[in-house]
């Protein structure tokens, strides 16, 4: 059974360089960005997002545990809306490579869920690259629907 844990300073170093090239990774990939300024402008979002870095007020980030293991990382944040529900956004969910194709992401996300509710949130919203179909069809499984989707074309 996986379980979260307040993600450590250290491991939060270890993480945000992590994050910070995956996230200019994923940007380029997708075409949003060029390879040359993508990790510049994934550490300039980054930072916009997580000015406090780990204390950021309303960011959760927690170490993703199965008994004594670390098996990933889970980054969200709590979004008051007009209407005044609140929704979960997750910013980031990632298992370790060892523990991929297990369950976890499934069982990761069953308990946000569980932790969402318990913060009062009626909704969780998440962003997903098209090209990871892995987490495309793990979100499918758990009923998550496209709300918005967004296409672009080379000219």
Known sequence: ?????????????????????????????????????????????????????????????????????QIGTLWFKLNEQQDSSKTAFLYDIFIYKGYQGKGYGEQTMKKFEDKAKEL????????????????????KKMRYKITNLVMSKEI
């Open 1 to 69: 059974m996986v379980e979260f844990v307040r993600m450590s300073k250290d491991d939060f170093d270890k993480y945000l360089s992590y994050i910070t090239k995956n996230y200019a990774d994923e940007k380029a990939k997708a075409g949003n960005w060029s390879r040359e300024n993508a990790f510049e402008l994934a550490k300039q979002t980054i930072h916009k997002l997580l000015p406090d870095g780990i204390d950021t007020e309303g960011h959760y980030i927690y170490s993703i545990y199965n008994n004594s293991d």
């Open 120 to 139: 009062k949130c009626d909704r969780i919203s998440l962003h997903v690259f098209a090209h990871n179909n892995p987490a495309i069809s793990l979100y």
